[in-house]
C-alpha cells in the first residue's frame, strides 16, 4: 500500500510557464517532506523540504506548498526552464518518530523550449 | 571526489555470479543507506547504516549482504540473484540516522544492475 502518491507519471510544460507538481499522502503521522530532482544516470539531488508546521516554503523559483487537511502537497516551479526537465520525486518522513524516508513513484517533467 | 560516489555504474551478471557494490561517501556523515529502485515503483529502503551498525533491514533477501567496514564505505555483496532483481541500486547518506527530521540523506548516482 502506497503511503506517498504520485499520480501523474508525466507532465509537459513551456518555458517560462508554471510546472505543477502533485503529491498526496495517506500517512498522516508523516511530518516533513521533501522534493528531490534526479536527471538520468545521476542519483536524485535534495531540492527543497517543508515541515508539517508551515504550508509554504519557498527557494527561489521553487516553492512547496502543504494541505495538511488534505494530505497533499505540490511543488511549483516558475518560471520553468529546460533544465528543470527531471523526473522529481515526493518525500515523506516522520511517521511514528521515524526518520526513514518514503518516496511516492516519480513525475517526468519536460519543459519544452 | 566529494558526495557520494558507486561503483561500479553498470553491472550485469549471471545468477551464479557473485559480485559486490561499492558506495563511498565523503561528507563526513555517519549513516548510510542503501535503496533499490525497479521500474515503475518508488525507491525501496533497503538497508540502514548508523555509526557501522545496522540499524534496519526492510525484510531483503538473504542473497543480498550488506557490509559497512567505516562510516565512509559502505557495500552490497550479492549472490545468487534473480533476474527480477535488475534494477537501479541508490546509496545515500545522511548525517545520522536519528539526526533529526531536517537531516537531508544524499544520494550517489546508482549502479544500474542487470541480471540475466
Known amino acids: 500500500d502506497q503511503q506517498v502518491k504520485q499520480n501523474s507519471p508525466s507532465l509537459s510544460v513551456q518555458e517560462g510557464r508554471i510546472s505543477i507538481l502533485n503529491c498526496d499522502y495517506t500517512n498522516s503521522m508523516f511530518d516533513y517532506f521533501l522534493w528531490y530532482k534526479k536527471y538520468p544516470a545521476e542519483g536524485p539531488t535534495f531540492l527543497i523540504s517543508?515541515?508539517?508546521?508551515?504550508d509554504k516554503n519557498e527557494d527561489g523559483r521553487f516553492t512547496v506548498f502543504l494541505n495538511k487537511s488534505a494530505k497533499h502537497l505540490s511543488l511549483h516551479i516558475v518560471p520553468s526552464q529546460p533544465g528543470d526537465s527531471a523526473v522529481y520525486f515526493c518525500a515523506a518522513k516522520g511517521q511514528g518518530g521515524s526518520e526513514k524516508l518514503v518516496f511516492g513513484k516519480g513525475t517526468k517533467l519536460t519543459v519544452n523550449p | 571526489e566529494t558526495g557520494v560516489t558507486q561503483t561500479p555504474r553498470h553491472l550485469v551478471m549471471g545468477m551464479t555470479n557473485k559480485k559486490s557494490l561499492k558506495c563511498e561517501q565523503h561528507?563526513?556523515?555517519?549513516?548510510m543507506y542503501w535503496y533499490k529502485q525497479s521500474a515503475k515503483k518508488p525507491l525501496e529502503l533497503m538497508f540502514v547504516y548508523n555509526f557501522k551498525e545496522q540499524t534496519e533491514n526492510n525484510s531483503v533477501p538473504s542473497r543480498f549482504s550488506p557490509e559497512c567496514p567505516n562510516s565512509s564505505h559502505l557495500f552490497l555483496h550479492l549472490h545468487t540473484l534473480q533476474p527480477e532483481d535488475s534494477a537501479l541500486y541508490l546509496c545515500?547518506?545522511?548525517?545520522?540516522?536519528?539526526?533529526?527530521?531536517?537531516?537531508?540523506?544524499?544520494f550517489g548516482p546508482g549502479t544500474r544492475l542487470t541480471v540475466l
Open positions: 545515500a547518506s545522511s548525517p545520522a540516522e536519528w539526526g533529526g527530521l531536517t537531516d537531508t540523506q544524499y
Open positions: 517543508i515541515s508539517s508546521i508551515k
Open positions: 561528507l563526513g556523515h555517519n549513516a
